[in-house]
């Protein structure tokens, strides 16, 4: 309440001075009192102390609007502390994850080479056991090709002779076949011409019989022996022909006793070459089994060779796979180098964040004295009245409440200048000429930077300003240039120059920018 008791001073000071002046000429000093007290000025003292106490009202206003805000920055600002542990807690819980997990594959990794390099050293001893049994069959199997291929030089031999063989067998089975036919050919017919010529000398014999008997009856008597000798000639005759026929009959039976000796002949050289071809079949039997034992020590051969086609390819899979975990361990390893050093900037952020944080906090800390200093030094300005003796007006009282006011800007701009200045938001554009706009309160606070932000957006004071909103471009006007106009006009160019603006933004992360009227205090 200093300043209060300065103000109390101030009012005796001039008290004594009006009484020593009274005593002197008390006309002399009610006259600039008189002309000083004037109508206008006091309307215009009355519209600048309802403006004050319009701004103070705002001023309230807008402290209430800024704890709430600060308090819902403070949730915020917990409510990120909060997500910065949890990130950093599930930043470390991944980090551990990962290490656990490159543990794990490096010792599959150790477990996978010592598995190889093992895997390798039988495979290696297996495939110079399989080289060398390999060699050994390599070698038995050339020279068992080699008398193979004499036996098989041999059998080709073999197979051409049996081959004329059995084409000669063939030819000799056919011609003994056609002279069968042909044999039973003859046979046949000579069989039926001895039938026919039996029977037909039998018929012919039974016709001449029968003739010679009519015509011995015809000429029994007559001719008898001329017919006894012409019968004894024809049966001569016929006698004769009978012995030419048992001849040729004798021919045909020996002709036959020939070709049944040499059907035996040729039955010996049917069993003979039967005997021969079992023979050749035997042989040709047991050079199949050993054609076929060749074939199935080939065949093993070759799946020896296949085998060992398989574990080259085997090894070689095997190689690939273990150049693929190097690999994989190598990027592992990158990733764990990334994940460490992303680690370490979120811990720098942190650090820095925490910096921040304290930095922020101390320049709040500040903020706020000085904030709860000037809402005092305002409270003691506004408590302050001038003597009632001395009228609604008087120089002195308005002399130290431009002093105190000074003081409050000067303590206000120190402040402002020991807080970081960051870049000023955009302002939007007043409407000079316009009409009067109260503004509302949004319901609902906007979202904003942190304290020290919102408060440092505000230019720094200037002498003869509040130092809450930029000064305009225009000057006051004058209370001695006002009692020229009109009583109208003169309130409507006070009103116009006294009506407080608020502005908001369209984004709710900025403060409501507001303006307040200029006030110019006169000076003695």
């Keep these: 309440m200093a300043p209060k008791k300065k103000a109390t001073k101030g009012a005796k000071e001039p008290e004594v001075k009006k009484k020593k002046g009274g005593k002197k000429d008390p006309n002399m000093a009610n006259k600039p009192m008189e002309t000083a007290l004037s109508e206008e000025n ?10 004050l106490e319009d701004r103070l009202a705002r001023y309230q206003r807008k402290w209430d609007e800024l704890a ?26 991944t980090l551990n994850q990962r290490v656990d997990e490159i543990t794990d594959l490096n010792e599959q990794l150790q477990s996978l080479q010592l598995a190889k390099e093992m895997e390798k050293d039988a495979f290696e001893a297996q495939l110079a056991q399989v080289r060398h049994e390999f060699q050994e069959t390599k070698d038995q199997l050339t020279t068992e090709n080699i008398i193979l291929g004499g036996k098989l030089a041999a059998l080709e031999e073999f197979r ?108 010996k050289q049917l069993d003979l070459l039967e005997n021969t071809q079992k023979v050749m079949a035997r042989h040709s039997r047991g050079h199949h089994k050993i054609i076929l034992m060749l074939t199935e020590k080939c065949l093993e051969h070759q799946r020896g060779t296949v085998e060992t086609e398989q574990l080259r390819l085997q090894l ?19 990733q764990r180098d990334q994940l460490n050093l992303q680690l370490e900037r979120q811990q720098a ?53 431009k002093e105190m006011l000074q003081q409050l800007l000067t303590m206000l701009s120190t402040a402002t200048l020991l807080s970081p200045q ?3 938001w955009p302002r939007r554009e007043s409407q000079p000429h316009g009409p009067r706009k109260e503004s509302q309160p949004s319901t609902q606070p906007p979202k904003m930077g942190s304290l020290p932000q919102q408060l440092s957006s505000i230019t720094p004071y200037q002498p003869g300003d509040l130092g809450v909103v930029p000064r305009r471009a225009h000057i006051p006007p004058n209370p001695e240039d006002l009692r020229l106009l009109s009583h109208t006009t003169r309130v409507g160019t006070l009103q116009a120059h006294s009506c407080p603006e608020i502005h908001t933004s369209g984004s709710p992360k900025r403060f409501k920018k507001f303006s307040l009227p200029e006030v110019s205090l006169l000076s003695k």
């Design 422 to 424: 960051p870049a000023v």
């Design 160 to 267: 051409l002779q049996k081959e004329e063989l059995t084409d000669k067998f063939a030819s000799l089975e056919d011609q003994l076949r056609k002279q069968e036919s042909e044999y039973k050919d003859y046979v046949y017919n000579l069989e039926k011409k001895s039938v026919l010529d039996k029977d037909r000398l039998r018929k012919e014999i039974i016709q001449r019989v029968n003739l010679v008997a009519t015509e011995f009856r015809k000429v029994a008597t007559n001719q008898m022996w001329d017919t006894t000798k012409r019968a004894i000639i024809e049966n001569n005759t016929v006698t004769l022909q009978l012995s030419k026929i048992s001849r040729q009959g004798m021919q045909l039976l020996q002709e036959n006793e020939q070709l049944k000796g040499t059907q035996d002949k040729l039955c």
């Design 68 to 93: 709430v805000q600060e308090k819902l920055f403070r949730q915020e600002f917990e409510q990120l502390a909060n997500n910065k542990k949890e990130i950093v807690a599930f930043l470390k819980r």
């Design 42 to 51: 006091r309307e215009f003292y009355h519209i600048q102390i309802r403006d």
């Design 316 to 334: 070689s899979q095997l190689e690939q796979s273990l150049g693929q975990l190097q690999q994989d361990n190598q990027a592992l390893r990158s």
């Design 349 to 401: 952020k942190a650090q820095r964040e925490q910096q921040e944080l304290t930095k922020e906090q101390k320049v709040r800390a500040s903020l706020e004295t000085a904030l709860a200093q000037a809402t005092v030094f305002l409270q003691d300005i506004l408590q302050m009245q001038p003597d009632e003796e001395d009228g609604d007006f008087d120089v002195v009282f308005q002399l130290q409440l």
